[in-house]
């Protein structure tokens, strides 16, 4: 009898763990149509334009009275958020190790980002500062959430499974984001058929994104467990957000290698992010492709991320997880270096950068998460997964600015599209050096057989 009862235990702990599984890729599900639909696709090029409608003859906008090129100012916009996320991620994961509290603090992330997308909808005319301020709130916003959601991982998922969970994830987000994309598609190819413009119908597409986000929020927020956290010792100060970033830090320095992967993975992350929000500027600045080539183009990286992901997740199991993001870096370097030779007016070999980009894309990000949670010592994977998310967000305004800068000294966003390729050679370069294995015995965590 004691048997059946040990036995019965067991399989309603893995059912529920299960079950919050199945409701942590719900939120990759609700928040990936932000990264697609607006970050990837319509915001670019549209606040682009909105830009270049409010500029000087010589094609300057002057917001806080900088002279800006107007074909920069969505990148700059980028970097902005980024650094504003840096400022306020570290203020959430000092909450959520407080309290314990991660949930209400997923929400409120989660759907200030979701209205902001939603007020995209009055994006019109000249308001390029209204395009830049709510794309910098819903960016931080995500990158708020991102914190929280990533720090449940190692909570739903032991070390044998965190590859595959994490894929998992991953996988669910690009498929919402080809989902949501096709009805994009529709409306924006038969805007005229709906009675709308162009313009009305990018619109309807950045605030649907918003209305998806907010909806599908719900289900993570039913299906995840708050822990708690261990009361504070008697005495012990309350800490801001920097002041417990840097008490993750010191705390870190006990744990060198985990440091080493974060430093690589902040710097080819950047570049992959930078890819994710520019390309479709490449593809309309200098390729000249219209807008429907490039919805199609994103909705192709979308399919392919999906199986990607699904697919390094599976050579993960028989390669190890490190090896199989140096060899994903190695196509990063081939497919953007390729980038630059792409024909104008070509919509075919641009679809087969997509392709490329689609591969490799879930996987890398997919792989290197599951691969930091084996780095996070057990019962601080808040403020460890705050520090990873900093790493993530960090300096992801360095590549937008750099891509920025180049454009406005050179002009030529072939030369911005190719600065990028030293992100994931210098990546390569450090990740190779990191000795993961004997990270996660530092960590104090078993170490998986691939890993």
């Not at 924006?188 to 990018?202: I, K, M, Q, Y």
């Not at 570049?271 to 807008?291: D, F, H, K, P």
Request: proline share 5%.
């Amino acid at each position: 009898m004691g048997t059946d009862t040990v036995r019965t235990a067991a399989f309603d702990e893995v059912a529920e763990r299960r079950r919050e599984q199945r409701g942590w890729y719900f939120y990759d599900w609700a928040c990936s149509v932000y990264s697609t639909s607006v970050l990837t696709v319509f915001l670019g090029p549209y606040l682009t334009e909105i830009a270049k409608a409010a500029a000087d003859p010589e094609g300057y906008v002057h917001p806080l009275g900088i002279p800006i090129r107007a074909g920069s100012f969505f990148a700059y916009a980028v970097s902005a958020s980024v650094i504003v996320s840096v400022f306020v991620m570290p203020i959430a994961g000092a909450a959520a190790d407080r309290t314990g509290r991660k949930k209400p603090l997923l929400a409120t992330a989660a759907y200030l980002g979701a209205a902001a997308t939603a007020g995209m909808f009055f994006l019109d005319g000249d308001r390029y500062l209204l395009g830049g301020f709510l794309l910098i709130v819903a960016n931080a916003s995500l990158a708020v959430s991102m914190v929280l959601y990533n720090s449940y991982l190692p909570q739903i998922a032991p070390p044998e499974e965190r590859d595959a969970v994490s894929s998992r994830g991953w996988a669910f987000g690009y498929a919402s984001g080809a989902l949501v994309l096709v009805a994009n598609l529709v409306l924006f190819l038969a805007h005229d058929s709906f009675g709308v413009s162009e313009a009305t119908a990018v619109r309807i597409c950045l605030a649907s994104a918003g209305v998806w986000w907010g909806a599908f929020t719900v289900v993570p927020l039913k299906r995840l467990r708050d822990r708690g956290t261990p009361p504070p010792e008697p005495g012990a100060p309350s800490r801001g957000g920097w002041q417990q970033l840097r008490e993750t830090v010191r705390d870190m320095r006990r744990h060198p290698h985990t440091l080493a992967f974060l430093l690589a993975y902040l710097v080819y992350n950047d570049g992959v992010q930078t890819v994710i929000s520019q390309a479709s500027v490449y593809g309309s600045e200098e390729l000249g492709l219209n807008q429907s080539t490039l919805i199609v183009a994103v909705l192709l990286v979308q399919v392919l991320a999906v199986v990607g992901a699904l697919g390094m997740g599976r050579l993960a199991r028989t390669y190890g997880a490190k090896r199989t993001v140096l060899g994903s870096l190695v196509a990063w370097t081939a497919t953007i270096g390729a980038g630059f030779f792409l024909p104008a007016g070509a919509p075919a070999w641009f679809f087969v950068l997509a392709a490329g980009i689609g591969l490799v894309l879930g996987g890398t990000q997919a792989l290197s998460r599951s691969l930091f949670s084996h780095l996070v010592p057990r019962g601080k994977e808040a403020e460890y997964f705050s520090a990873y998310e900093i790493s993530d967000r960090g300096m992801a305004w360095l590549g937008p600015l750099i891509f920025g800068l180049t454009y406005q000294l050179t002009g030529s966003y072939r030369d911005a599209i190719v600065s990028l390729v030293v992100f994931f050679l210098l990546g390569f370069a450090l990740l190779a050096r990191v000795p993961v294995r004997r990270a996660v015995r530092d960590a104090g965590n078993p170490v998986p057989d691939r890993i």
